[in-house]
């Protein structure tokens, strides 16, 4: 077997291990169900994403031999507006973050651990920021209840729900990115569904926080899988941006930053092109934090 | 005749006592410089992607008061998809090193947990680590190359 092989194999183990993990949660939904549920709303705005789902579905998210086709078929989904979006600001002071939370999963914990070692030389690198993260965790697992097996990120050896750990760190600045994690096995719609029950629950808890929103990112050309691909991220993003207006929640479009001109993630961004082909390098960071100081709400 | 004997046995039970609170009960440590150590680990390491924690780390990455850490090194992956991660303390005491041994016990199954089902290479590797108290030293060692760091650390605490 080959070392291309291998990591291929992995990489479905990987998928259908996720799949098993959050078959346990909400209302259930069949391997197939994130392309249903993109396929059902084929007359909303992100029917391009839909059509090039359905023709690219099988029964289960797999890893795909070749990069999704159609091209410019996906690119015009990219192109699609975000239905709100925090609009680009002067650079704020980092002092801006002194109070705000980063939710997310493993892309998320990329950004902690660069903050994090980049406070080794600069300790109000990014503010007084703090991280939420946990790998694998999406917004419907977090939805479940709290267990020793639960995924659910720990703060200061505090292992709880989401709302309770944003509530006892006193955070009034709340940003969250998920989807990842999510769209393979709940779809698009279900996966925004999650998002803005999760969001009520954080509101719930911390009435006075400012919510932001922060969209998906893209994986690069050649790791595009069956359900997870750029297409869903893209239809899963301006689904979000729409539950945002609704909801009125700030909604950040760090994707925009970080696609090259086919919507896919560069490759100079990506830390991991032959494993997941999602996660970031430290110049992608860079990217990421100058886009945050760079779309702020007063 | 009875009072000597039982004499002597309080006396044996005293000195047993004595002897295992010095030694951990049977784990006996030497003074080790975990610093030198983690120097000596990282010439091994073929992870290139690490990154140093500092004392101000313990608390929100683990819940470790910095108050019962007498010394510690902290080398852990930086990319967020791979489990690597080596934490060796010293506890001041054998009631802090009972706290720290806690925390990373916990954070060993958080990592458990994380990984099951999404990195299931790195969660292969996870199952073959562990958290180890030696008197009031506590680590946590999870590498592709577990077995000849332990054996470095044992080395210099053992």
């Not at chain 1, 396929?39 to 797999?62: H, L």
């Not at chain 1, 969001?199 to 400012?210: F, R, V, Y």
Request: with cysteine; charged share 20%.
């Amino acid at each position: 077997m080959t070392h291309k092989h291998s990591q291929k194999i992995i990489l479905i183990l990987a998928v259908a291990g996720l799949v098993t993990l959050s078959a346990c949660g909400k209302p259930q939904n069949s391997a197939s169900s994130a392309v249903q549920s993109v396929v059902s709303s084929q007359s909303s705005p992100q029917s391009t994403a839909s059509a090039v789902s359905s023709n690219s579905s099988s029964a289960t998210d797999s890893a795909a031999s070749s990069p999704v086709s159609a091209s410019s078929q996906i690119a015009a989904v990219f192109t699609t507006p975000p239905a709100t979006v925090v609009a680009q600001s002067t650079k704020a002071d980092p002092s801006y973050l002194d109070d705000a939370v980063f939710i997310g999963d493993s892309v998320s914990l990329k950004l902690k651990n660069y903050v994090t070692a980049k406070r080794k030389t600069d300790a109000n690198f990014f503010g007084k920021a703090r991280f939420l993260t946990a790998g694998s965790m999406g917004s419907g697992n977090a939805l479940k209840p709290l267990s020793s097996s639960s995924i659910h990120p720990s703060y200061n050896g505090k292992k709880a729900l989401l709302e309770d750990n944003v509530a006892a760190m006193g955070a009034k600045k709340v940003y969250i990115m998920l989807g990842i994690n999510d769209i393979a096995p709940y779809g698009v719609d279900d996966s925004v569904k999650n998002m803005a029950k999760l969001l009520e629950n954080i509101k719930a808890k911390s009435p006075n926080a400012m919510i932001f929103v922060q969209s998906s990112t893209p994986m690069i050309k050649t790791m595009q899988m069956t359900s997870l691909n750029n297409p869903n991220l893209a239809a899963y993003d301006l689904a979000l941006s729409k539950m945002c207006k609704e909801k009125g929640y700030n909604y950040i479009d760090v994707a925009s930053a970080m696609r090259d001109s086919e919507g896919n993630l560069p490759l100079e961004y990506c830390s991991d092109p032959d494993v997941l082909g999602m996660h970031f390098t430290d110049k992608a960071c860079e990217i990421w934090i100058n886009y945050l100081l760079t779309h702020t709400v007063k | 005749m009875k009072r000597i004997i039982a004499l002597l046995f309080a006396a044996a039970m005293l000195t047993t006592v004595i002897l295992c609170s010095f030694t951990a009960c049977g784990s006996s440590t030497k003074q080790a410089d975990l610093g030198k150590v983690m120097t000596e680990m990282k010439s091994k390491i073929t992870n290139k992607e690490m990154m140093d924690l500092s004392k101000e780390d313990l608390m929100p990455n683990y819940g470790i008061e910095a108050a019962d850490v007498k010394q510690f090194a902290a080398y852990v992956d930086s990319t967020g998809t791979k489990g690597d991660e080596i934490i060796m303390t010293e506890g001041k005491d054998a009631d802090a090193a009972k706290r720290i041994k806690d925390k990373l016990d916990a954070r060993y199954m958080q990592k458990e947990t994380e990984m099951k089902d999404y990195l299931p290479a790195e969660f292969a590797i996870l199952k073959k680590c562990s958290v180890n108290q030696d008197g009031n030293y506590v680590s946590m060692i999870v590498s592709p190359q577990y077995e000849d760091l332990l054996k470095i650390y044992n080395a210099a605490i053992k």
